[in-house]
């Protein structure tokens, strides 16, 4: 079985300043991780995605994660908060072997963005 | 667009009656998937379409639940005599193949009164 665990509901920074989301995962098999993000009354939008080809990943907005084998952690990261990645974001995890690629969600952690 | 498309955006509806919710996945997808967002249990998978094999059912919280996926495109989701904690917002994704990401709709709004 796979699971995600998301440390932090929300994270809250000052625009300018790093941000950090925080990711664990578990999984029976070699899996695929993603980052999906979700602006209200939105759908989900692919930032980054790792199928075990680098273990850093560089997606869409300046975002990046780095999958952390021992650690089983897949945190994201990104260098300078904008107000617009005011958001939700959620870590989510799949396997070949689970319903066609199902995703597997983490509970979701709520970006906030002060000015 | 060329992205997945959902309707209605928002649906109304008494307890008892029943829904259909529809998802039209970007043309030449053959994976398509719907989810169902709510507050008590956050992102949960439903209904898995691979081309015009059955479906993978695994998700489905009730037999009140059903869909389909007609010429392997256009999927619709039928939910029979609604029940409040049905409220929730429907997701729809669908992607190329299994092993690739999987793009979202921006999802239907149930609310049961």
């Known amino acids: 079985a796979q699971s995600v665990t998301q440390l932090d509901s929300h994270v809250s920074v000052s625009e300018g300043t790093p941000v950090l989301l925080r990711c664990n995962y578990s999984?029976?098999?070699?899996?695929?991780l993603f980052w999906y993000v979700q602006h209200p009354n939105k759908g989900l939008q692919l930032l980054l995605k790792?199928?075990?080809?680098?273990?850093l990943v560089k997606g869409i907005n300046g975002f990046e994660a780095e999958f952390k084998k021992s650690e089983t952690s897949f945190h994201l990261t990104k260098p300078s908060a904008h107000m617009s990645d005011a958001a939700e974001y959620f870590c989510?995890?799949?396997?070949?072997?689970?319903?066609?690629?199902?995703?597997?969600f983490g509970g979701g952690t709520r970006l906030m963005v002060k000015p | 667009g060329a992205g997945v498309s959902q309707s209605p955006s928002n649906k109304v509806t008494e307890k008892g009656k029943d829904v259909e919710l529809r998802c039209d996945p970007i043309?030449?997808?053959?994976?398509l998937y719907w989810y169902r967002q709510s507050l008590g249990q956050g992102l949960e998978f439903l209904i898995y379409?691979?081309?015009?094999?059955?479906?993978?059912k695994s998700g489905l919280p009730s037999d009140r639940f059903s869909a389909e996926r007609t010429g392997g495109s256009v999927s619709t989701l039928t939910i029979q005599r609604t029940q409040q904690e049905d409220s929730a917002v429907y997701l729809c994704?669908?992607?190329?193949?299994?092993?690739?990401?999987?793009?979202f709709g921006d999802g239907t709004r149930l609310s049961i009164l």
């Open positions: 043309s030449g997808h053959t994976a």
């Open positions: 989510v995890v799949s396997d070949r072997f689970n319903a066609g690629n199902m995703l597997t």
């Open positions: 790792y199928t075990s080809a680098a273990t």
């Open positions: 999984s029976s098999y070699s899996p695929s």
């Open positions: 379409f691979q081309g015009n094999s059955a479906p993978d």
């Open positions: 994704a669908s992607s190329p193949r299994i092993d690739q990401p999987q793009h």
